[in-house]
């Protein structure tokens, strides 16, 4: 079974920055297509930025377009999520998840790995 290792996340006033690091150092067969989603109480899960590491591209959900930024670490199917502006409607559980392939990024399926969550609170 791989592990997702989330870091950062935390609590920060409307404006401010955090940075979310997600890790699955355990898988070794190939590179890992890896993202976030987010889920506020009451609301739908929502994929918030991805990145395919076989071109490197990346996507983004509207709301957050400008404002964050998703990168490939040095180390192998390691991922950054650079949060900047951050905004109350911000304020959820964020989710790394990872595949091999990227059928669940485009809405199809469930991706295989998910990791524990971490919570990111703004405040205004």
């Known amino acids: 079974q791989v592990q997702l290792m989330e870091s950062g996340g935390g609590s920060v006033q409307a404006g401010g920055s955090l940075r979310l690091s997600c890790a699955a150092p355990g898988y070794t067969s190939s590179s890992l297509s890896m993202g976030w989603f987010r889920q506020a109480p009451g609301k739908e899960r929502e994929l918030v930025a991805h990145i395919f590491t076989f071109d490197y591209s990346t996507s983004y959900a509207d709301s957050v377009k400008g404002r964050f930024t998703i990168s490939q670490a040095k180390a192998r199917n390691t991922v950054h999520l650079q949060m900047n502006s951050l905004k109350p409607e911000d304020t959820a559980m964020y989710y790394c998840?990872?595949?091999?392939?990227?059928?669940?990024?485009?809405?199809?399926?469930?991706?295989?790995?998910w990791g524990q969550g971490t919570q990111v609170t703004v405040s205004s």
């Open positions: 998840v990872a595949d091999p392939g990227t059928f669940c990024f485009r809405g199809m399926g469930t991706c295989a790995y």
